[in-house]
């Protein structure tokens, strides 16, 4: 994994000291921060060693257009907030306000989509083929989001994979630890205004290490408006535009346009319970399907009774890889291998 150069300059001593020490105990392995308290030595170096990005803040203010002549991208910490247009592409050699007071991983994830972190690894060398897997469960299986979690983290060790969720209320920034100022509603909008750029799907993908994810939708009034329409130009546009080979996608519950979605997938994973309740809820699902699609979806789903709860999960630390050791990971290895 490349790991980028930052040159960070800041007049305040309290903001510098605190922005350098959340990056060395959280981002060490993807960024080395280069700090500076004098802008005219800041300025020296830029001149004289490659950055991927040069972070601006107090103090630099009188020196923009001499930083610009570096030639590389240039994130400025701006005292008030400032909107982004829903068309704006990102120019390497361009000054890009950033609000300066807000929680440093926003920041750090504009530095990403700045820098070209994310454009090397998911919008080069586009894919030719996509391969669509969907997750789904007639009978609402506590297990659903940690099993298309679980499928996207194996899956991502051989090819890269991008993980969408439809489920309501899903809890997942929480569990990954992101903010997510733009969601799954927003791309969709996008999309439907014709205005998603490539560098606006980068603001809303984030990296979980294993995998790239976008923010669910928070608005279930959104969700519930989610179209065959808008799931087929979302997937034509991650074809196009990125190099993404897998997406997975957890159909949560109440997608009303499921059959069609489904009929998209290569392979489906469908979650069930025994029991009678189950069995009823289980027999009406596979109706709709037959009624929807007659029979045709049948053969690409793969039914799965999981042995698992979610009783014993636990948060607190990296979720995904405690995922990926448990007996539920090894569960799920040998599952797809076919053991």
């Known amino acids: 994994m490349h790991r980028l150069t930052v040159a960070f300059c800041d007049a305040d001593e309290v903001y510098r000291s605190r922005f350098v020490a959340y990056l060395m105990e959280h981002k060490a392995e993807e960024m080395a921060i280069y700090a500076f308290t004098e802008p005219e030595r800041f300025l020296e170096t830029a001149r004289e060693q490659k950055f991927d990005v040069l972070v601006a803040g107090n103090g630099c203010e009188p020196m923009k ?22 068309g704006e592409e990102r120019d390497a050699a361009t000054v890009h306000p950033v609000f300066k007071y807000q929680p440093i991983d926003v920041i750090l994830h504009e530095i990403q989509v700045l820098a070209g972190g994310s454009r090397r690894t998911f919008l080069e060398g586009v894919s030719s083929e996509l391969e669509v897997i969907g997750v789904c469960s007639p009978v609402n299986h506590e297990m659903q989001v940690p099993f298309s979690m679980l499928l996207s983290t194996i899956l991502s060790e051989n090819r890269k994979v991008l993980y969408l969720n439809c489920m309501q209320f899903s809890g997942l920034l929480d569990t990954f630890g992101f903010l997510g100022e733009h969601d799954m509603g927003d791309i969709i909008l996008w999309l439907r205004k014709e205005k998603l750029t490539a560098e606006n799907f980068l603001r809303s993908v984030y990296d979980t290490g294993r995998f790239s994810f976008i923010p669910p939708f928070l608005n279930p009034e959104q969700l519930g408006e989610f179209s065959e329409e808008d799931f087929l130009a979302l997937l034509e546009f991650v074809k196009k535009e990125t190099a993404y080979e897998t997406v997975v996608i957890d159909f949560g519950a109440g997608v009303r346009a499921l059959a069609q979605m489904l009929k998209t997938c290569s392979s489906v994973y469908c979650l069930l319970k025994t029991g009678y309740f189950y069995e009823g809820q289980i027999k009406e699902f596979f109706c709709y399907l037959d009624k929807k699609e007659h029979g045709k979806l049948q053969e690409k789903l793969h039914r799965v009774e999981l042995p698992f709860s979610a009783k014993g999960l636990r948060g607190g630390g990296n979720v995904l890889e405690q995922l990926l050791w448990s007996e539920f990971g090894d569960y799920m290895r040998n599952y797809l291998l076919g053991v």
Do not use: R, W
């Open 65 to 86: 257009k001499e930083l610009q002549q570096a030639g590389v991208p240039i994130l400025c910490l701006a005292e008030e907030k400032l909107g982004i247009a829903e």
